[in-house]
């Protein structure tokens, strides 16, 4: 076989295990196409995915930031969003509005205006799937989600 050959197969082969090593554990969005809010929740799960995925878990969103073991996080790992249930909405608004609740990490207004409604909705419909059920409580689909308030429109323009 000539050198320039083996080269090109080296090369190919290379190029193969990368893509595959690069596909495992990648997630997808996973907004089902019957939601009736389908357009504003993949909108929010996108959102999500670009400006809060490093920091959380999310398997709507399609995101593993959070540390999978508390003994291997690290203090910017946020809160898991399969088992935290994070409702009602106007409360995950304040959240993004305020960067989080402690204000220790998370940067405030990391999305704004309607986009972080958008991700506020996406949040509160979709966290808490995998949440442990405690007796007594409701589970995170029987609490209410709340509405917001909708943006005023912007000033003319003189």
Request: with cysteine.
């Amino acid at each position: 076989m000539h050198r320039s050959t083996r080269i090109l197969i080296t090369i190919l082969a290379a190029i193969a295990v990368a893509s595959l090593a690069a596909a495992c554990g990648t997630e997808k969005i996973s907004v089902p196409k019957s939601d009736p809010n389908y357009a504003s929740d993949l909108a929010g799960a996108q959102l999500f995915a670009q400006r809060c995925g490093g920091c959380h878990t999310f398997s709507a969103a399609g995101t593993r930031g959070s540390a999978a073991n508390i003994r291997s996080a690290e203090a910017i790992n946020g809160p898991n969003f399969n088992i935290n249930c994070e409702r009602p909405v106007d409360r995950v608004l304040y959240a993004i509005e305020n960067g989080g609740f402690s204000g220790a990490y998370m940067p405030a207004n990391v999305v704004v205006g309607q986009q972080a409604q958008e991700v506020a909705q996406f949040v509160a419909r979709f966290s808490g799937r995998k949440a442990p059920l405690i007796p007594g409580q409701l589970n995170c689909q029987q609490r209410a989600i709340g509405t917001l308030l909708a943006l005023p429109d912007p000033p003319a323009a003189k």
